[in-house]
């Protein structure tokens, strides 16, 4: 990741790149249309490693499935590099005026994420790991349905943003005063219009 985001910096400001890096080689590389703006290199990354790495080798971070009181765990690492990195949070968003529903969406995307290892090795390292337990032993053992129900209200509540659309805004308010300069919201299916609901979310204006 290192090695690829040193390339793609030299290609995108237009270089012509021959160069051996530790882990490939280019050889005489270079854009046919070159940007008359480079555009910002962001990294996506959940823990310590990357974090500092996207931190020093881009201009931010792509964080994902983490709650606004994670986020200061999280961009300090980010920083170490220097200030004004962006920090972009994809948002994972259930609105709605049926909490039940939205509780349901939110648990199977729940499940389904942070069953992977990558995810729950970035919520064992955030500290959910007592809570989360339950549910990664029954997905192991290959009861969905248990491992669902075992999710607790409280991490729902914390990792998806779920409610009428008003309510929801402030949620999302909260990851940006917490220090995401760029939230990116990631509707769940909840039954309503995705267009009616951009535009519910959208931040009010005038």
């Known amino acids: 990741m290192r ?3 040193r390339f793609l910096r030299a290609a995108m400001a237009g270089a012509k790149v021959s160069e051996r890096y530790e882990t490939f080689a280019v050889d005489g590389f270079r854009l046919q249309l070159v940007p008359e703006q480079p555009p910002k290199l962001l990294i996506a990354a959940l823990r310590p490693g990357m974090l500092r790495l996207a931190g020093r080798e881009s201009d931010g971070a792509i964080l994902n499935w983490l709650a606004p009181d994670d986020v200061p765990t999280v961009t300090p690492y980010v920083h170490q590099a220097g200030p004004g990195k962006e920090v972009v949070a994809r948002i ?19 499940a389904a994420y942070l069953t992977v290892p990558v995810y729950r090795a970035f919520h064992e390292w955030l500290g959910r790991d007592e ?29 998806v943003v779920h409610g009428p659309p008003a309510a929801c805004r402030e949620q999302v308010r909260r990851y940006v005063e917490a220090g995401v300069t760029t939230p990116v919201l990631a509707l769940l299916p909840t039954g309503g219009d995705p267009g009616e609901l951009v535009r519910a979310l959208a931040p009010a204006t005038g």
């Open 3 to 5: 090695d690829l985001a």
């Open 92 to 110: 994972f968003v259930a609105a709605g005026d049926d909490p039940e529903a939205a509780a349901a969406v939110a648990r199977r995307a729940i």
């Open 131 to 159: 809570q989360l337990a339950p549910m990664w032993r029954a997905w192991e053992a290959g009861d969905r349905k248990a491992a669902l129900a075992a999710i607790p209200d409280e991490v729902v509540d914390a990792l």
